[in-house]
């Protein structure tokens, strides 16, 4: 006999949901040591992918590691990277603790990968693990800015083609909102014609 079980179309979430906190706030939480795993651990919303039983969740426990070692201090106004064997080094410490199996530098640069997935959908800030140099850092604000700048270069030419057809758009009187609207939704960035 063969059973047909329930299929969804609709994927299971591989993130929380984004926390309603202000940047005054967020800067707040990011002056404390464990900010960012904090945030995710107390969230309730968080709770499925922060929580494993009653210990964190590997990509948190990374992340919780990795503020421990100084991701979110600042060397002057700059972001400190923190070494993965570090992070590794701290984790596998713990796990012998319990009597747990070991984790390589792979797995937690995995994990780090998938914390800065949530930091990102949790509150929009930027954790990256950096596979080449094998550190993470919390993204500056000089970074943040080369970036911005980077991505703006890379599609200048079609930005300036939209502005134009955004310029026809209100010149004809064409009615371009539900557009824009899908356009915002989709990036999480606004379109407004220049005057």
């Keep these: 006999m063969t059973i047909t079980l329930p299929r969804r179309e609709k994927a299971a979430a591989k993130v929380g949901p984004r926390l309603d906190i202000s940047p005054l706030e967020l800067k707040d939480w990011l002056e404390n040591e464990h900010g960012l795993s904090r945030l995710l ?21 990374a992340l919780y590691v990795a503020e421990a070692r100084g991701l979110l201090s600042r060397r002057g106004d700059r972001a400190v990277d923190v070494a993965i064997a570090d992070i590794t080094a701290d984790i596998n410490g713990y796990l012998v603790s319990f009597g747990k199996p070991l984790v390589s530098e792979a797995s937690v640069m995995n994990n780090l990968r998938q914390a800065s997935l949530y930091v990102q959908a949790a509150v929009g800030a ?8 094998m550190t993470v850092r919390f993204v500056d604000q000089y970074e943040t800015a080369e970036n911005i700048e980077k991505y703006f270069h890379s599609i200048k030419g079609k930005l300036q083609k939209l502005g134009s057809q ?19 939704a989709s990036t999480g960035v606004k379109l407004l014609a220049s005057a």
Excluded at 41 to 61: C, H, I, Q, Y
Excluded at 126 to 133: C, I, K, N
Aim: proline share 6%; hydrophobic share 40%; aromatic share 8%.
């Design 41 to 61: 651990s107390e969230a309730e919303s968080w709770e499925p992918f922060a929580w494993k039983g009653n210990d964190l969740s590997a990509p948190v426990r």
């Design 166 to 184: 955004l310029k026809h758009a209100e010149a004809c009187g064409y009615d371009v909102s539900n557009v824009l609207a899908a356009a915002e």
């Design 126 to 133: 930027a954790v990256l693990p950096d596979r080449r140099t």
